[in-house]
């Protein structure tokens, strides 16, 4: 039986083999699921704020900039190569419905600059919206599902070799 490994706000925590990294009632936030195929390692970042974090805060990774830095370095330290990083992100829901709310919109370009300055695909998305979100990394299988509101499980994305081709268990 795999391991659920629950990955909560301004979190940053790395799996492999046969763990499940879960990240649950997401709402502005915005988390990045990445996975290396190769390595059967993975790892959230659950993203609270944009941009980088003062130099006096205590919880760093809670910033976009900061946990993603520590995603990738997390990634590498477990014998991952940047270039085989492939990323999904979850979140951005404005679900307080307040016309006025930015912070959802401005984590989302956050974290895609930041990505997209690393040089690392974004594969598939889910952002935006008013439901709050959830998402669950299969490690082993590269796959990523995420739910919105009330409802069920969806697939979003599953990690293929190089050639295009995913794995066949």
């Known amino acids: 039986m795999k391991e659920v ?5 301004g979190e940053v925590k790395l ?3 046969e763990e499940i ?8 936030c915005i988390v990045v699921a990445a996975c290396d195929f190769k390595k059967k390692t993975g790892a959230l970042a659950h993203i609270m704020l944009p941009g980088r974090a003062s130099a006096r805060s205590q919880e760093k990774t809670k910033y976009a900039a900061d946990a993603i830095e520590e995603m990738v370095n997390k990634m590498t330290d477990a014998g991952t190569s940047k270039d085989d990083i ?5 979140g951005g829901a404005n679900i307080l419905k307040n016309d006025d709310d930015t912070i959802c919109s401005e984590n989302i370009r956050s974290t895609t600059e930041l990505l997209k300055e690393r040089q690392i695909p974004i594969k598939a998305t889910v952002l935006g919206g008013e439901k709050r979100k959830g998402v669950c990394l299969d490690i082993e299988s590269s796959t990523v ?3 919105e509101g009330d409802e069920k499980e969806k697939f979003l994305w599953k990690a293929c070799d190089k050639s295009g081709q995913a794995e066949i268990p």
């Open 5 to 9: 490994v629950d990955v909560n706000t």
């Open 15 to 17: 799996g492999t083999g």
């Open 21 to 28: 990294l879960r990240s649950v009632a997401i709402g502005s």
């Open 86 to 90: 492939e990323v999904c992100l979850i």
């Open 145 to 147: 599902f995420y739910t």
